[in-house]
């Protein structure tokens, strides 16, 4: 996957990061998302060992390329720069983004996440590609949570990030639901979700209709910035 390219539609892309339940494994989980059409995966495996961790990503590597979605890695940069993974995903308490890119170089994705606007300036004078800002609200997927944002708390994000010329995709995580993807979308943020996918009926529709919205979304913010040159 192009670096250039993964990054130039990153907010209008889906994200699904990966977890496991009692219906489906990571690998399950994250093939159901990609037939769905979700084009960017994040493989989350907290707690395992990186000889538990390979075989999963060497696979899912393989179906994201297939499918010709980018596929992150999260916190594992070692692993990343062997399997030629397309990028790596570095919580608050992983490696610092400045010190994965000395290991990386420039070529590889490197996100980090983000609950203040303080972590926000900390991860752009690092160097990070994009953010993953949350948690919106209330999630079990994700143990040790940071204080949840809600929708205000974003805009509150983004003023700071404009007042301080920071400009760095976003997506928001933590909580989420489709109905949360027009609020977010009016301040240009992207959705990452996990158990919205796995929880449902059918979570091949439930991709495709996440997908589906977020294209929409794109398109129609691509023809206003075209109706107003």
Known sequence: ???????????????FITHQNERFSYLEGAYLALIGGCDWVQLRMKGATDEE????????????EGAGATFILDDRV????KLQIDGVHLGKNDMPVDE???LLGDEFIIGGTANTFDDIRRLH??????????PFRYTTTKEKLSPVLGIEGYHQIIEQMRENKI?????????????????????GIGVAMSGTILNAENPVTMTRQIH?????????NLNHYFENQ
């Open 167 to 187: 400009s760095l995709p976003m997506v928001a995580i933590g909580g989420l639901t489709p109905d949360d993807i027009d609020p977010l979308a009016d301040l």
């Open 1 to 15: 996957m192009n670096k250039s390219l993964a990054l130039a539609h990153f907010q209008t892309s889906f994200q």
């Open 125 to 134: 004078e690092q160097g990070a590609d994009y953010i993953g800002c949350g």
């Open 53 to 64: 961790v390979e075989p999963i990503a060497r696979k899912l590597k393989l179906a994201c």
């Open 78 to 81: 070692e692993l990343v720069k």
């Open 212 to 220: 589906d919205k977020c294209f929409g979304l794109f398109m129609e």
């Open 100 to 102: 994965a890119r000395k």
